[in-house]
Nanobody, 121 residues
């Protein structure tokens, strides 16, 4: 299983970024996929999930209305469009599979190399 996120960077508050995650080594098109993030605390915060066909999405309260998750099963790629970014969104972002969500935290079977998002003025 390989999951490689990209697209992070430094933006000012109110800015936007789109993250991508290239997936391989498993049946991507048949699985729920997730975005998780790790900020200063040593835990993974669950951000969002999308169903295998892309029709159903869920978001944490902290990003609802600002982030959009979508996927391209033909390209085995997961995306996260992030708008109106705030300093509290600063974190390492990862795509993941086989996740259990407990409160705000995620416990995932696989996650790959993350991409850093920094929001500051």
């Amino acid at each position: 299983v390989q999951l490689q996120a990209s697209g992070g960077g430094s933006v000012q508050p109110g800015g936007s970024l789109t993250l991508s995650c290239a997936a391989s080594g498993f049946g991507f098109s048949g699985e729920w996929m997730h975005w998780i993030r790790q900020g200063s605390a040593p835990v993974f915060e669950w951000v969002s999930e999308v169903s295998p066909d892309g029709a159903t999405t869920h978001f944490s309260n902290s990003v609802k209305g600002r982030f959009t998750i979508f996927r391209d099963n033909a390209k085995n790629t997961l995306y996260l469009q992030m708008n109106d970014l705030q300093p509290e969104d600063t974190a390492q972002y990862y795509c993941a599979r086989s996740c259990s969500i407990l409160g705000r935290t995620a416990h995932c079977g696989d996650w790959g190399r993350g991409t850093l998002v920094t929001v500051s003025s």
